[in-house]
């Protein structure tokens, strides 16, 4: 494989890998900081 092709194929695929990081880390997250508004509103209003 030429050096070009081995450079875009490996952009292709760091691309590839953040996309999925990313993918992850928003569904490690979302429920983690759901549960944290929910706690800091139940704080801030208190039960009703």
């Not at 070009?4 to 996309?19: A, H, I, K, P």
């Not at 880390?25 to 983690?32: A, K, L, M, V």
Request: some cysteine; glycine content about 2%; aromatic content about 20%.
């Amino acid at each position: 494989m030429p050096p070009s092709e081995f450079e875009q194929f490996r952009l292709w695929f760091l691309d590839l890998d953040y996309e999925r990081w990313d993918k992850q880390i928003e569904q490690d997250i979302e429920p983690t900081f759901r549960t944290s508004c929910a706690y800091y509103f139940h704080q801030r209003i208190g039960p009703k």
